[in-house]
């Protein structure tokens, strides 16, 4: 290259700098334009925020201000802005964040809020993460929250409303057609603590976001204003660095370079000739000529040093990066190994149920007595051995860090009868007695919503109710719970399983929490297991926060405790006590198992007196107004007839009677034998453990019977003659829906499932249908496949259809109304709600008076008196899907029965059984357990509402 092509190149250099000067300029003033449009963003969503925070307090204010003026206008103003926060009216002009509190002091002309399609609320609380992504803080959390709070002010103010308008009966907590006016209460509504509480914490959740916004749009603006310095500074410095290094490059050039090259290209000529016999001239740049060769050769000196150096740094980095992954691979090896044996434990369960149940079928036929005694043991090989895959299983999902917890609303009782449940069996075949007792200090605490992981608990806690049944030989097995407060809203629940069996020594109790872990080594021979129950147990408790221990004296019992963390769902103070202001007399034997049952009434509120003999139950009797007659029933003797004045006292149909039970196996009570046949029916059964929920939710005798057919009832004349079409797979739910629409004067089809409805819909000749009522779980084709069918049918896409399901959740309603449902009815169905519905879609009007439903024990005895018989069928069958889905069907029917604590129960087992943390198997003894009490309750109520 000539040297003039040289001289333009260090020009080119020059200009370039120039130019780049140029754009860094620009883009300087692109930053500058987007810091002012993040200002003014800013801006708005902090204004935005406040006019919603001033839009909360106007809602306040309006209600307020209604309440003591009874000015209509405030009530207006309430509901015109509540339809603004659902998106159904906008403002007709943009206001400021105090335009409410001028309009409601009358300082300014009101701004219509004319109908149309607005922001909603939830929308406008989001509205800042869209200008600004990168706001601190769990903006769906925050927004989740405010959306609580104001449905929740919403609804305490439609009962200021009603109150004020003699809508609402306080005393029986519901609104009314009329009742006296209150404006006290109202006014004491809206400056109670809770109402303030929950509109204060609007108030900080939207401070809380304004701070969120301030924060995130100053990182943002920082992070701006910082690149606009560092563009300018850039800018500055290249300018500056191109135009030196174009001058310096010039002049360097001309004396250092281009001169000493005229003299090496006369050399270089010279040696293109082949002349290498020349030296070399020596002008006065030689020495810099000889200093570069010397330079050079450092330089390679130095490349070569620094080459061995990266060599050795490389060795160094190899030998540690294979450290780490050898530690990697071992722990991933011990990953590996813990999941490989979860899915291995998985996976040989289904092929051991299978051995179970063909060897429980083979030993019903007629087998010679020596291979019975073979299947036998077969069969108690086979159960230890499942026992032994579960614990590993469960052992290998903690060690795998496979185990995930929740945190949602339960009460403890619910907690507690499943553990009870899961173990009667084996207690009632060891003549144990199950005890529950509660805390005095904080007794009537324990029936409220708590939040935690209620399956975790129930793990825990039937780990140590098994240990302590399995290891106790005569006596009883008691659990002691009780709540301690930790903070304002946190407590620690204890709960406490102490047993009557031989004891711990010292030595047996420091590693009794061991992985494998057990008394000592003929413990597995005698009573079996593998030592991992505890350990588990453990695991879990330590996972969730807590703390678990052991407490034990050899030969007098051991006591298992252990307690976890958990929350409120809600104030207890404003909770009464359920049967708070009754008076209840229990007939039972002084001592132990007695204070059991005292802890447990007191915690309801009931202000129970303990008597031990049946004179001092009579004059008790006597001398008081009682609600409640609790008897012991071992403690009365069959041949001896109850007293004449006694018995008087138990027909009165106010007071109700309850027998206690030893175990729910001993059916037939002695209470039961010593009373007439009239109050036999009336008697309401309870056995130990007895719970809170047992007495709460003791069941009445105001079960629907069917209609005598000489009654006259009115029927809903606008439905009279329309055709529905009903799809439901269980036979209880199909006769239930059926018959309130036949009462209704409807015409009726029925379809088990949806693939039966798409045959008798799809052809051109098929029949007409006003309305259809579908179930969402069903087999074959379940509800959502056939309403997705539905509704690309052109004749059908129209016809209105209603979904039925027991799974009550916002995420199935919504799911349910975008494949195309009309309405959504949740199990069970009750007759009020199906009218009012159908009603609403087909422009008629509610029925009244309601017909009557079906009898349910009748339903009850025809279709599910034999359920353990049929879950057994589709266990042996290996139908999974089938053997859920009549668990399904069984939630919502024992809610309709008013069985809350079974409802609570199969619920619990539905969960267990999707969540694959409980096997079918397991699911069927426990209901084996209870089931032929509830078919004998059921069966005598059948008897007393046939007419004689």
Request: hydrophobic content about 45%.
């Amino acid at each position: 290259m000539k040297l003039a092509a040289l001289f333009r190149f260090v020009l080119f250099a020059t200009l370039l700098g120039l130019a780049s000067n140029v754009w860094m300029g620009e883009r300087a003033d692109q930053l500058q334009t987007s810091q002012t449009a993040l200002l003014t963003a800013r801006l708005n969503a902090i204004n935005e925020l406040r006019l919603l925070q001033s839009e909360f307090d106007a809602l306040q204010t309006l209600v307020a201000a209604f309440v003591v003026s009874k000015n209509s206008q405030h009530l207006v103003n309430y509901y015109e802005l509540l339809d603004a926060h659902a998106g159904a009216r906008k403002y007709a002009q943009p206001v400021d964040n105090v335009y409410w509190s001028k309009l409601i002091a009358g300082n300014t002309e009101a701004v219509p809020l004319v109908p149309a399609k607005g922001e909603t609320l939830e929308s406008r609380l989001f509205a800042p993460q869209n200008v600004a992504p990168n706001l601190s803080g769990d903006i769906k959390e925050s927004v989740e929250n405010i959306l609580s709070l104001s449905k929740r002010l919403r609804e305490r103010e439609q009962i200021v409303f009603a109150l004020t308008q003699g809508l609402y009966d306080p005393d029986a907590s519901k609104y009314v057609s009329e009742a006296p006016v209150r404006d006290d209460l109202a006014i004491q509504m809206l400056f109670s603590e809770e109402y303030l509480g929950m509109s204060n914490a609007i108030r900080a959740e939207i401070q809380g976001r304004i701070r969120a916004v301030e924060l995130g749009f100053q990182t943002v603006l920082a992070a701006q204003a910082d690149n606009i310095k560092a563009t300018a500074n850039f800018d500055l410095y290249l300018g500056l660095l191109v135009t030196l290094m174009a001058l310096v490059g010039l002049a360097v050039l001309q004396r250092f370079v281009v001169a000493p090259l005229r003299e090496l290209n006369k050399v270089s000529k010279q040696i293109a000739q082949g002349n290498y016999n020349i030296s070399l001239p020596n002008p006065r740049f030689v020495t810099e000529m000889s200093n570069l060769v010397k330079g050079f050769a450092l330089m390679i000196g130095s490349f070569k040093r620094e080459l061995e150096q990266g060599e050795a740094a490389r060795s160094a980095e190899l030998i540690a990066l294979e450290a780490k992954m050898g530690r990697e691979r071992a722990e991933a090896q011990v990953e590996a190994r813990g999941m490989l044996l979860a899915n291995m434990s998985n996976e040989i369960r289904t092929p051991m149920n299978a051995i179970l149940g063909m060897t429980a079928l083979t030993l019903k036929s007629d087998l010679p007595e020596q291979e019975r005694n073979y299947l036998l043991k077969v069969q108690d090989a086979a159960k230890s051995l499942l026992g032994l895959l579960n614990d590993f299983l469960d052992y290998s999902k903690a060690e795998a860090g496979m185990v995930e917890f929740e945190h949602i609303p339960f009460t403890l009782d619910e907690v507690l009868a499943n553990s009870f449940l899961a173990v009667q069996s084996q207690a009632a075949s060891r003549n144990l007695m199950l005890l529950n007792e509660v805390s005095p200090g904080y007794s009537n605490q324990l029936g409220q919503r708590l939040v935690g992981d209620p399956s975790r608990l129930r793990q825990v806690l039937s780990n140590l109710l098994s240990n302590a049944v399995k290891f106790t030989e005569s006596g009883s097995v008691r659990v002691f719970s009780k709540l301690q407060t930790r903070s304002d809203t946190g407590l620690d629940l204890r709960i406490e399983v102490h047993d009557t069996g031989s004891g711990l020594s010292k030595s047996q109790v420091e590693r009794i929490f061991e992985k494998f872990a057990q008394g000592d080594s003929s413990v597995s021979r005698v009573y079996g297991g593998t030592g991992l129950g505890l350990s588990i147990a453990r695991e879990l408790v330590i996972r969730m926060g807590g703390q678990i221990s052991v407490e034990s004296i050899p030969g007098v019992g051991s006591c298992f405790w252990f307690s976890v963390p958990v929350v409120y769902d809600s104030d207890i103070l404003i909770e009464p006590l359920p049967l708070g202001y009754q008076n209840g007399v229990l007939l039972h034997q002084p001592g132990p198992v007695a204070d059991c049952v005292m802890s447990v009434l007191n915690a309801t509120g009931m202000q129970a007196t303990l008597v031990s003999t049946l004179g001092q139950c009579i004059r008790y009797l006597n001398e008081n107004t009682c609600d409640w007659a609790l008897l012991q029933s071992d403690l009365l003797d069959p041949s001896e007839p109850l007293p004449a004045e006694l018995l008087e006292h138990l027909s009165n149909p106010a007071l109700r009677v309850v027998a206690i039970d030893r175990d729910l196996l001993s059916a037939d009570s002695a209470l039961l034998q010593l009373l007439p046949s009239e109050l036999t029916k009336q008697l309401i059964h309870l056995a130990h453990p007895v719970l809170m929920q047992d007495i709460c939710a003791a069941p009445r005798l105001d079960l629907p019977t069917l209609p005598r057919p000489d009654a006259t009832r009115e029927y809903p004349e606008a439905l009279h003659g329309k055709s529905a079409l009903v799809l439901e797979d269980h036979p209880v739910n199909q006769e239930l829906v059926c018959s309130y629409l036949k009462a209704a004067g409807m015409q009726v089809t029925l379809c088990e499932h949806g693939q039966e409805a798409v045959e008798l819909l799809d052809p051109d000749d098929a029949p007409h249908f006003d309305v259809i009522v579908t179930d969402l779980e069903m087999p074959v084709m379940d509800g959502y496949e056939f309403t997705a069918w539905l509704r690309d049918q052109t004749r059908w896409m129209d016809t209105p259809l209603v979904g039925l399901t027991g799974h009550a959740f916002s995420e199935i309603r919504n799911r349910c109304l975008d494949l195309g449902m009309d309405d959504f009815i949740a199990k069970p169905v009750e007759a009020r709600v199906l009218y009012a519905t159908l009603a609403d879609l087909l422009h008629a009007e509610t029925p009244s008076p309601l017909p009557t439903p079906p009898a349910l024990p009748n339903l009850f005895m025809e279709h599910c008196a034999d359920l353990p018989a049929k879950l057994r069928g589709h266990l042996e069958q290996l139908d999974e899907v089938a053997f859920v889905r009549e668990i399904h069907s069984m939630v919502s029917l024992l809610a309709l029965l008013g069985e809350q604590a079974l409802h609570h129960v199969f619920r619990d087992f539905e969960q267990g059984l999707n969540n694959q943390t409980m096997g079918a198997k397991e699911v069927l003894d426990q209901i084996r357990t209870v089931w032929p009490a509830l078919v004998k309750k059921y069966s005598e109520l059948t008897e007393k509402a046939t007419p004689t």
